[in-house]
């Protein structure tokens, strides 16, 4: 309850526009089927904070519940944007699986840009480590989001993580499509979302899809189709394997 309540405070437009340099705010409380079939429950947060006319920081906090726990994840993402519809930077990000001892931490590279007023790609590529048996694991993914109209938007993701150790060996792919539903004028919106997870190779695992909604809360700039207003994605390429019981 605290943690929401600070999001909302320094969320609001009257914040964003302090002498703080916070810039936007949002927030996502919802539910995404796990490779079971089970409805997870998933809560997340980030804050956008100008440093500079050119540089900015973004604050991610975030949580999952899994069958074997929930998992609790802080990202941070240190960019630039020197010109209207450009945006990169680094990321690094640390994730823990509550009442077990199992942390695993990623950091890389990422980028936004702006195809048109609505369309907007971004990229990103990195690498991490696990200390539950000294997994190693690269990634790497791909988004597309465009404003079908004022109000909806339609964004499309593609998400690979290779794990290449001597006694486990697969490759995460993860597929998303995600319609998301704001009235003009509002800080609420709502969202529905599919996910197509697969975990190929030697200790590969079944394919399945997976369905999801909720709601979401912006303020300040943030929600637009725009590279000034759209958060950096965070994907966490050990959750799967927690999810699934590997981890």
């Given at each position: 309850?605290?943690?929401?309540?600070?999001?909302?405070i320094i969320g609001t437009p009257a914040m964003a526009g302090s002498g703080l340099?916070?810039?936007?705010?949002?927030?996502?409380?919802?539910?995404?089927?796990?490779?079971?079939?089970?409805?997870?429950?998933?809560?997340?947060?980030?804050?956008?904070?100008?440093?500079?006319?050119?540089?900015?920081?973004?604050?991610?906090?975030?949580?999952?519940?899994?069958?074997?726990?929930?998992?609790?994840?802080?990202?941070?993402?240190?960019?630039?944007?020197?010109?209207?519809?450009?945006?990169?930077?680094?990321?690094?990000?640390?994730?823990?699986?509550?009442?077990?001892?199992?942390?695993?931490?990623?950091?890389?590279v990422e980028g936004q840009f702006a195809l048109s007023d609505v369309t907007v790609?971004?990229?990103?590529?990195?690498?991490?480590?696990?200390?539950?048996?000294?997994?190693?694991?690269?990634?790497?993914?791909?988004?597309?989001?465009?404003?079908?109209?004022?109000?909806?938007?339609?964004?499309?993701?593609?998400?690979?993580?290779?794990?290449?150790?001597?006694?486990?060996?697969?490759?995460?792919?993860?597929?998303?499509?995600?319609?998301?539903?704001?009235?003009?004028?509002?800080?609420?919106?709502?969202?529905?979302?599919?996910?197509?997870?697969?975990?190929?190779?030697?200790?590969?695992?079944?394919?399945?899809t997976r369905i999801g909604a909720g709601v979401t809360m912006t303020f300040g700039?943030?929600?637009?189709?725009?590279?000034?207003?759209?958060?950096?994605?965070?994907?966490?390429?050990?959750?799967?394997?927690?999810?699934?019981?590997?981890?």
């Amino acid at each position: 309850t605290g943690l929401i309540a600070f999001a909302l405070i320094i969320g609001t437009p009257a914040m964003a526009g302090s002498g703080l340099g916070i810039e936007g705010a949002a927030l996502s409380f919802g539910a995404l089927q796990d490779e079971t079939g089970d409805m997870q429950v998933r809560f997340s947060t980030s804050v956008d904070v100008a440093i500079t006319a050119a540089h900015g920081l973004q604050g991610d906090l975030s949580f999952q519940d899994t069958s074997g726990g929930t998992i609790g994840r802080l990202a941070g993402h240190l960019y630039m944007d020197p010109v209207p519809g450009q945006k990169y930077g680094l990321f690094l990000a640390l994730s823990d699986l509550d009442g077990r001892s199992l942390t695993w931490g990623d950091f890389g590279v990422e980028g936004q840009f702006a195809l048109s007023d609505v369309t907007v790609i971004e990229g990103r590529a990195g690498l991490g480590r696990a200390d539950s048996g000294s997994l190693d694991y690269i990634f790497g993914g791909l988004s597309l989001a465009h404003a079908i109209s004022p109000d909806i938007t339609l964004e499309a993701s593609l998400d690979l993580a290779e794990f290449d150790e001597a006694d486990f060996r697969t490759t995460a792919v993860d597929a998303g499509l995600r319609v998301a539903y704001t009235p003009e004028n509002s800080h609420w919106g709502l969202y529905a979302e599919v996910v197509h997870s697969d975990l190929t190779g030697r200790d590969g695992t079944p394919r399945e899809t997976r369905i999801g909604a909720g709601v979401t809360m912006t303020f300040g700039r943030a929600g637009s189709v725009t590279t000034a207003g759209r958060p950096f994605r965070d994907y966490d390429a050990v959750a799967g394997l927690v999810r699934r019981g590997l981890r």
